[in-house]
């Protein structure tokens, strides 16, 4: 019988931290290890921040970003024109989007792209929610900030395809985001750019 070299609870953790995109075993071995180096204070205050995530934050209502109110901070900002929406694809590129001070609307996060091969569909996303704001008769200004993927792209033209016939301006990143390149990577001063440089679909 082959002894157990790592321990259990130790293992698990590993398992578990190999769920979260982009950390692989060596990495997950490497966090576990620092947690299980660190004051056991410590390590309480970490679990105690993960189970307060899904205790104390929640979707927005209006934009669908993650946030402890609803409406969130940024939809009731009396400062935003809530006449032009940027839809993007994750709550990290509406952040990124944020840091460059150069969008003054409101946001909608669609939470996923088009992606039929991975059998996600306009149902999948939220882009029903999309359309019903558009219909409220309030908006004025769809930007679709989706990343130059091929999935990006693909969501993309079938938004512009959906709101063709709404009474809205829809309009698109322009220069400054190279194809291939995940949105929420992008410098602020390259996202800038792009947001001011926007142009319309048609």
Known sequence: MVSQVIPHALERLIQDLTRLPGIGKKTASRLALNILRRPPAEAR??????????????????????????????????????????VVEQPGDLLAIEKTN?????????????????????????????????????????????????????????????LQKAAV??????????????IKYADKYTLAKAIESRSKTA
Do not use: W
């Not at 679990?47 to 009731?76: V, W």
């Open 45 to 86: 205050e970490l679990a105690s921040a993960l189970m307060e995530l899904h205790s104390s934050i929640q979707l927005c209502s209006c934009c669908f970003t993650f946030s402890e109110h609803d409406p969130c901070e940024l939809c009731k900002d009396p400062k935003r024109d809530p006449q032009i929406i940027c």
């Open 102 to 162: 150069s969008f003054h609307g409101h946001y909608h996060i669609l939470h996923g792209v088009l992606s039929p091969i991975d059998g996600i569909g306009p149902g999948e996303i939220k882009i029903a929610e999309l359309e019903a704001r558009v219909t409220s008769g309030t908006v004025k200004e769809i930007l679709i900030a989706t990343s130059s993927t091929v999935p990006g792209e693909t969501t993309a033209n079938y938004l512009i395809d959906r």
């Open 169 to 182: 301006t829809v309009s698109r990143l322009a220069c400054g985001i190279p194809m291939g390149m995940d």
